[in-house]
């Protein structure tokens, strides 16, 4: 399903995450031409067909702007026609597009906006004025405030955190001791800490690509099994009418212009969906390109200023899988050696929960390349299982933000 658009050079922001690995592969099997800065010299992005040339950078978090000056030293080439933000380099760029403008295509909405939906909490409090649903939340600046505003079951959260960190699950007295000396190590009550209910329920997401305030194109998916941290090992394409009004609403608000995805909570004993994050970028796209919605192709031309007509709806009930994230989920979760082989078998099968799905991540058939980090993966995992659990808990990669980042580039002085 290639964009008709005219092939372009394009500048992704970082090759670590997930997201980025995957509007890759749709950017290359559209003709693009991709190259890509980040922090790893070992980042998953390296390991594409479809990746022209790697270009080794500061960290975002350790130095955003030793990490602003090598992209714009790479823009000030001429060699690029679009700059490509997939993970939380968006919140930079924002804060100085108007260095930006006029010397690259970029997509992305006012800073104001931008910072609104990155933190949880200006994202819970927006909901709040939008009179949109969320599970109960309390916003704490303290552990006192937290252990006041405290109703078990809870989901406690720091206001900056990605990929399911930041976040613990408070089922008792003893959870919450463990959640407060990690907030208080993490000096996270130097920011805002958010406490919601812990809602029983169905895990979705959505994903959205908005003009303006106006809405493009949506897609929903969920997580039909869990992967490590929390994330999705394999999706089912969704039909989500009420979740599409409740984001373009946000959108609205926001005068959103590019990427915007939501994470919401389907409860067991309601009907009513509850959003519970939201990130401003595009998280996986994968599934809605195998559900007949290429969500990347349109960011490119907003990027460059050009006009794009609504995209017709996606198609419910498409499986896709990450194989990674399978068997790292499998090992997290006490999976020996055997259960690892066992797993690897049903995915080269294409048998049990992965009949009927196909790869996102590293689609071996298209980019053989893709093949090295899987091979590597299971590697490890077979010399040590319990590897997966330490990959859970480690902490934030260099290409993404902290407090202390957050707050150097919200500086009066940076830009």
């Known amino acids: 399903m290639p964009d008709p658009v005219r092939p372009l050079r394009v500048l992704v922001s970082e090759g670590s995450s997930t997201s980025a690995r995957e509007a890759i592969t749709i950017l290359g099997l559209s003709g693009h031409h991709i190259e890509v800065c ?20 500061p960290g975002l978090r350790t130095d955003p702007a030793g990490y602003l000056a090598l992209v714009e030293r790479l823009i000030g080439t001429g060699r690029f026609d679009v700059l490509l933000p997939t993970h939380e380099q968006g919140f930079l760029f924002a804060r100085v597009r108007p260095r930006l403008e006029g010397r ?12 609104t939906a990155h933190s949880k909490a200006g994202f819970s409090r927006l909901l709040n004025q939008l009179k949109l649903p969320q599970p109960q939340t309390e916003i704490v600046k303290s552990a006192q405030a937290l252990r006041a505003a405290i109703r078990f079951p809870a989901v406690v959260k720091t206001s900056v955190g990605t990929a399911s960190r930041g ?20 000096d996270a009550f130097a920011d805002e800490v958010l406490v919601q209910d812990l809602i029983a329920g169905t895990t979705e997401k959505a994903q959205s690509v908005f003009c303006r305030g106006r809405m493009l ?18 999706k089912e394409s ?3 009418s009420q979740v599409r009004g409740f984001v373009e609403e946000v959108g609205r608000a926001l005068d959103w212009h590019g990427a915007l995805s939501v994470d919401y909570i389907m409860p067991h004993d309601d009907v ?8 401003p970028r595009l998280v996986e796209p994968m599934s809605a390109y195998r559900s007949g919605v290429d969500l990347v ?13 609504p995209l017709a709806e996606s198609r419910e009930g498409v499986l896709t899988h990450l194989a990674m994230q399978a068997l790292l989920g499998i090992a997290s979760r006490g999976g020996t050696r055997r259960d690892i082989v066992r797993e690897c078998a049903l995915l080269a099968a294409a048998g049990g929960p992965y009949a009927g799905s196909s790869e996102e991540l590293t689609p071996v058939g298209l980019d053989w390349l893709s093949a090295v980090p899987l091979a590597i993966t299971v590697a490890v995992l077979l010399a040590s ?10 902490g934030f990669g260099a290409h993404l933000l902290d407090v202390g980042s957050i707050r150097k580039i919200e500086s009066e002085w940076f830009g």
């Open 385 to 394: 299982p319990a590897f997966a659990i330490k990959l859970a808990r480690g």
């Open 238 to 240: 969704v039909n989500q």
């Open 297 to 309: 192709g349109p960011l490119l031309r907003l990027s460059l200023g050009e006009t794009q007509a």
């Open 217 to 234: 194109g949506f897609h929903a998916y969920r997580q039909v099994a869990a992967g490590v941290g929390g994330g999705e090992a394999i």
């Open 104 to 115: 690259i295509g970029l997509a992305l909405p006012g800073f104001e906006s931008y910072r």
């Open 272 to 279: 009513t969906p509850l959003l519970i994050d939201c990130n």
């Open 38 to 57: 980040d922090p790893s010299l070992w980042c998953v992005a390296r390991f594409s067909r479809f990746v022209r040339k790697f270009h080794h950078c």
């Open 167 to 186: 976040i613990w699950f408070v089922r008792h007295a003893g959870d919450l001791e463990d959640a407060l000396r990690h907030l208080t190590a993490g």
